[in-house]
């Protein structure tokens, strides 16, 4: 702990929302790809992503390392760049944490957030009747990866949606200024994450990927490398745009403060299958996680 | 998160004390020594007694884990066995957490707990004139390491402080009805901490080795190893005691409550040094840790 002590004492918490994540080398990011500001930076966004999803503040950070023997001070010092830049950006603490040597090049990430009143987003609260929708662009970070993978140094702006994402707390304000009621973050891909909505809701989805907005960069890369940019969109993870269902109605309040939300499909009562209608060959964006 | 959701929404909490520690194969524990059930076990109480030491009451913890591909799901259930058995005891909930591939057999604890209106102990806190005190047998959890080191196989009751420390949230309870200010639990060794304790409140301490209660079962076995209890006393970690520091005559009306807490040292005005009379060839217990 920072102070020295065995615990941090934090100030009153009304409605603690609290999430964890772990980032591993060559699971979840390769230091061939990012920097280590970057890698650190993630760590704390994509933490971060399951309190906007969950409509919370976030107001302290508790960092775990596991450090093998190869790494020096001086990169651990620029992971903490990335780490504070990340908690300045969202105005949060850093409280305490361990660093240990391992095998392993791991960063568990612990996050305590203020969440609000009467009103904790679940993926089980999708209705039949309800549209589904995405706060902004999807696809990108996936094809950034691809991008760093292929050595395609054309589209920086995909491969920095894959290095940089950035917490959606902006957009998290907006659903729950509306009372939505039904949010995740996209971390695994949108048909992966659709699919749990559907079973936690007990309903079925039926995408509609012809009114996917396709981002004009991705769109490029897509037509560069003769890929289909909506199945990029379905499979492709880690962009951490938070995915909602809420009546229509409710979405045209909110598309205007979030022009760069959009539908991408239809909330129906149980039909047989969580998924109506998923195109051949899609698979969730997957990490090696055991569980 | 066990509900599928992305983060955890916890009930109010006024005083949020939180804490983490971090437990990892052939650092902090060895299979060999130790069952799956006893690292779970052992893993929640050293996290909890951070709390014990915070004055707070556990309410919630999440566990990572990172899992080499050699474990078997029979291990990580057995793990998970313990974890519940420490959780129930002190009637705390498992409330989230992640599993993940990886070299190292690493366990990231984070416990959330309730503290107490206006008092939060702190190492700082101690004063010249206070004494030093411990609240039950310490060197007993060194000795059954070195036990389990050797094949020593006689001293049971010492092996088991070792495997399976209780955190003392009983004893810090009596502390904290009689206003103690200065706390901190005793992971690394009685001298190493109290040099913790020097430091952080610009204070020299000197020990009382003569007046040290000695168990009777380390007794036994110093006697048959030709060892000096007092030094296992002062370097030998993992005892999870609280050690603190409060007017002699607070400690009298402790001590009836508490009949195994005894004095170890006296606070005096910083002196030059930390501690006045460390005896030679002391080094407090340590476990790898990079900082």
Same mark, same amino acid.
């Given at each position: 702990?920072?102070?020295?002590?065995?615990?941090?004492?934090?100030?009153?918490?009304?409605?603690?929302?609290?999430?964890?994540?772990?980032?591993?080398?060559?699971?979840?990011?390769?230091?061939?790809?990012?920097?280590?500001?970057?890698?650190?930076?993630?760590?704390? !966004?994509?933490? @971060?992503?399951? =309190?906007?999803?969950?409509?919370? $503040? &976030?107001? %302290?950070? +508790?960092?775990?390392?596991? *450090?093998?023997?190869?790494?020096?001070?001086?990169?651990?010092?620029?992971?903490?760049?990335?780490?504070?830049?990340?908690?300045?950006?969202?105005?949060?603490?850093?409280?305490?944490?361990?660093?240990?040597?391992?095998?392993?090049?791991?960063?568990?990430?612990?996050?305590?957030?203020?969440?609000?009143?009467?009103?904790?987003?679940?993926?089980?609260?999708?209705?039949?009747?309800?549209?589904?929708?995405?706060?902004?662009?999807?696809?990108?970070?996936?094809?950034?990866?691809?991008?760093?993978?292929?050595? !395609?140094?054309? @589209?920086?702006? =995909?491969?920095?949606?894959?290095? $940089? &994402?950035? %917490?959606? +707390?902006?957009?998290?304000? *907006?659903?729950?200024?509306?009372?939505?009621?039904?949010?995740?973050?996209?971390?695994?891909?949108?048909?992966?994450?659709?699919?749990?909505?559907?079973?936690?809701?007990?309903?079925?989805?039926?995408?509609?990927?012809?009114?996917?907005?396709?981002?004009?960069?991705?769109?490029?890369?897509?037509?560069?490398?003769?890929?289909?940019?909506?199945?990029?969109?379905?499979?492709?993870?880690?962009?951490?745009?938070?995915?909602?269902?809420?009546?229509?109605?409710?979405?045209?309040?909110?598309?205007?403060?979030?022009?760069?939300? @959009?539908?991408?499909?239809?909330?129906?009562?149980?039909?047989?299958?969580?998924?109506?209608?998923?195109?051949?060959?899609?698979?969730?964006?997957?990490?090696?996680?055991?569980?």
């Amino acid at each position: 702990m920072p102070a020295g002590d065995d615990a941090a004492l934090l100030a009153s918490i009304k409605h603690p929302v609290i999430t964890t994540d772990t980032q591993k080398e060559n699971i979840h990011f390769r230091l061939d790809w990012q920097t280590f500001d970057e890698v650190g930076q993630k760590a704390v !966004e994509i933490t @971060f992503s399951d =309190l906007a999803a969950s409509y919370a $503040t &976030p107001l %302290a950070l +508790f960092v775990n390392l596991s *450090i093998p023997s190869h790494m020096t001070d001086d990169m651990i010092e620029e992971l903490y760049v990335g780490i504070n830049a990340a908690l300045n950006r969202h105005k949060a603490a850093l409280v305490g944490g361990n660093i240990s040597a391992g095998l392993d090049f791991s960063i568990d990430l612990f996050a305590v957030g203020e969440g609000i009143p009467n009103l904790f987003p679940l993926r089980s609260a999708a209705c039949p009747g309800d549209g589904l929708y995405v706060t902004g662009p999807i696809g990108m970070a996936r094809a950034g990866l691809d991008c760093l993978m292929q050595n !395609e140094t054309q @589209f920086p702006e =995909l491969i920095q949606k894959f290095t $940089t &994402p950035i %917490a959606r +707390f902006d957009a998290a304000r *907006i659903l729950a200024a509306r009372g939505v009621q039904c949010v995740m973050d996209i971390s695994d891909g949108l048909s992966g994450d659709a699919r749990h909505i559907a079973e936690a809701s007990e309903i079925s989805i039926e995408f509609d990927p012809a009114g996917f907005h396709i981002d004009p960069a991705l769109l490029a890369y897509c037509g560069k490398h003769g890929l289909d940019p909506r199945l990029l969109m379905l499979s492709g993870g880690e962009d951490y745009e938070l995915l909602f269902a809420c009546k229509p109605e409710i979405f045209e309040q909110i598309q205007k403060p979030l022009p760069e939300a @959009f539908c991408v499909g239809r909330c129906l009562s149980y039909a047989g299958k969580p998924i109506i209608n998923l195109p051949e060959g899609i698979r969730s964006f997957q990490h090696g996680e055991k569980k």
